[in-house]
């Protein structure tokens, strides 16, 4: 997957603050389903999220995995970086930045942290529909190819 594709539109004018996040694809052995949390708002994204202080991608990946899932993972190969231009529920002007991981869900070890978030597992044929970031769709498709 090339570095440098970017989603989302641009608006002028706005100051578009920049988020790091790393992503985990995971998909069950058949690879027709993919590990998805949906919010309480009905919206769909690969586990994962804000990169914090120092943390390493692999460090930040398998906390926002354990905090959205309840799930260790196992961090394996890295399809790519891709970005997405966007406005936030709340109308903030964000540019996600993110990377991406093929992944493994290990052992259950506790409950999510995060009450609004449900894993859930999504046919592969359904994440255009579902998915709320185009380039969480591409990296699953990519993965998908892996």
Sequence with gaps: MENNLVFGEKIDGLDYEIREGVYAVIFNSAKDKIAA??????????????????ETF????????????????????YIGKVMRYFLSTKREPILSDGYFYLAQFLNNVQE????????????????????????????VKEGLKI
């Design 37 to 54: 949390v949906r919010t309480t708002r009905g919206h769909y994204f690969l586990p994962g999220g804000g990169i914090e202080n120092s």
């Design 58 to 77: 692999e460090e930040c990946l398998s906390r926002e995995v354990l905090e959205e899932t309840g799930y260790e993972v196992l961090i394996g190969r």
């Design 112 to 139: 999510p942290i995060d009450d609004d978030h449900y894993l859930e597992w999504v046919d592969v044929e359904r994440i255009e529909e579902l998915f709320f970031h185009d380039h969480q769709i591409l990296a």
